[in-house]
C-alpha cells in the first residue's frame, strides 16, 4: 500500500537524494524547467523534482523509495518527443526521472553486429561509436543530436531509414528495464533466434515510459555503406513520386536508404528560417523528392544506378530536374531541407493543424489529394506542407490558418479539420499516429479510432505490471 502523506513524500525526496547525490537531483524550478517542458514549449509541468541516476541499480532504487510513498513518475530521455508524452500532465505528486546521465556504450560485438548501450545515449553519438568499428547504427532522426536511446526505443521513433531497415523495434534485440515496483527486467540479449516464450522486449518499444523505465538497450547494427548517393528531384506531383519510388526499388537492387517527399511549401519555409539554405535547383517544382542509395561493397556502382534511375525517370516524365550531390557538403546540404522542416515549422509561428499520419505506401497520393480536399472544404485556403518518409507511408502534416481567418473561427473549425486528416488516412487502411506515439496529446484519438481489442489488451498489460498507474500516468492507455 502507498503511504501517501506530506511526511511520507518528504521522506521519500530524502531518500532518493541521498541515492543519487547533488549531482543526480534537481528541484529548483530554474534547474527543471527544461524537463517539465517539451520541444515544442508545451505547458508546463508540475514535478517535486528530477532525479538523474547513473546506474540502473539507482534507478531501481529511486522507484522503490517514490513508489512506495505515492509519488508518480515520468521517465524522460532527451525530451524531443511531439506528442506530450515525457513531460508531467497529472495533478498527483510526481518526479520525473531522467536518463541523461545514463550514457555508457557497455558492449560492442562488431563480429555480432550487435551493440548494447545504455538509455541516455544520444542516437548521433550511437552512430559515430559504430561508424568506428565499420558498422552502420541504422537508426537516423532529424533529432538525432538530441534524441536518446531510451527515448527513441519506448516511442518506437522511425527516421529517415525506415525504407531499409524498419522502425527502432526491428532495431531491438534486447532490453533492461526498471519496472513499476522498482525490480529489473534483465533482457539483453544479443541473440538472433530465442524462442523461449513470449518476446518480453516488445512491451516496452512503443510503450512510453507506462511500463517501466527502460535503461539499457541492445541493437543490431549493420554493415557500414561505404558508397552513399544522394538526390533532390523535381517532380509534378505525388502519384510521379510513387511510380519513381517503384521503380528506383527495382533498379537500385533495393539499394534505397531513404525516399523522402516534400512540396514547394516546405523548401520555401526552410530558406524563410533556416540560415544558409539555398534552392539547389534552378526552377521550382510543385513537388521533391529527396532520395538517396546506400552500399557496402565499394564493387556496387550506385551512381550508375542512380543517373540511370534519373533518365528512366525524366522519360516517363516523372521527374522534370534534379541535382545529385557530388561531395559530402552538398549532400548533407540537401537534409538540411528535408530536416529543418520541424524547426522552421516552429518558427513560422502561424497557428496551424500538425498530424503524423501513415497510410500504405501505394495509397500516399491518394491520401494528400483526398485529404487536403476534405479540409479545405471545411475551410477553404488552408495553406498545406504535407512532407515525410514517402518511403514508409509516414507523412509529417501540416495545415495552417488562412490568412483572414479570425482566431475564433480558427478554434471553431480545428476539431473537424483534424478529423478530417485523419479519418482520411484511417479509411485508406492507416494509423492517425505514424513514428511519434500517443502520449497524452493523442489520448482522444486512440479512444475514438483505437480497436476496442487492442485497448482492452493494453489496459490488461498496464494492470498487470502498473496496478496503481505510477509509471507516466495519463499517457498511452485511454
Known sequence: MNDQTPQSIDAALAEIRSILGPKGWLEDPNDTLKYRTDWRGAPEGEALGVARPSTTQET????????????????????????????????????????????????????????????????????????????????????????????????????????????????????????????????????????????????????????????????????????????????????????????ARELSGDTILAFEIMPRAAFDLAIRHIDGITDPLSEPSPWYVLIEMGTPSPLDDLRAKLEAIFAEAMEQGWVTDGVIAESEGQRRELWRIREEQAEAGKREGTPRIAGDVSVPVSRVADYLEQSQAAMSECMPGLLFNCFGHMGDGNIHYTARKPAGVNDAAWEEKKPDLTARMYETALTLGGSFSAEHGIGSEKLPYLAKYGSPSKIALMKAVKQALDPKNMMNPGKVIP
Open 60 to 247: 531501481s532504487a529511486v522507484v522503490k523509495a517514490a513508489v512506495k510513498a505515492g509519488i508518480c513518475i515520468v521517465p524522460q530521455g532527451g525530451n524531443t518527443g511531439l506528442a506530450i508524452g515525457s513531460v508531467p500532465t497529472e495533478e498527483r505528486p510526481t518526479i520525473i526521472v531522467s536518463t541523461d546521465r545514463l550514457t555508457a556504450v557497455r558492449n560492442l560485438d562488431p563480429d555480432n553486429y550487435a551493440m548494447v548501450a545504455e538509455a541516455g545515449c544520444v542516437i548521433q553519438n550511437m552512430q559515430a561509436v559504430a561508424a568506428e568499428a565499420g558498422r552502420l547504427f541504422p537508426l537516423s532522426l532529424a533529432s538525432e543530436g538530441s534524441s536518446t536511446v531510451g527515448g527513441t526505443l519506448s516511442t518506437n521513433a522511425g527516421g529517415n531509414n525506415t525504407i531499409k531497415y524498419g522502425n527502432t523495434r526491428e532495431q531491438i534485440l534486447g532490453i533492461e528495464a526498471v519496472l513499476a515496483d522498482g525490480s529489473v527486467f534483465d533482457g539483453l540479449e544479443t541473440l538472433r533466434k530465442n524462442n523461449t516464450g513470449y518476446d518480453m522486449k516488445q512491451l516496452f518499444i512503443g510503450a512510453e515510459g507506462t511500463l517501466g523505465i527502460v535503461t539499457a538497450a541492445a541493437f543490431r547494427l549493420m554493415p557500414l555503406p561505404r558508397v552513399r548517393e544522394t538526390a533532390m528531384l523535381s517532380v509534378p506531383s505525388p502519384r510521379e513520386a510513387q511510380k519513381l519510388l517503384s521503380s
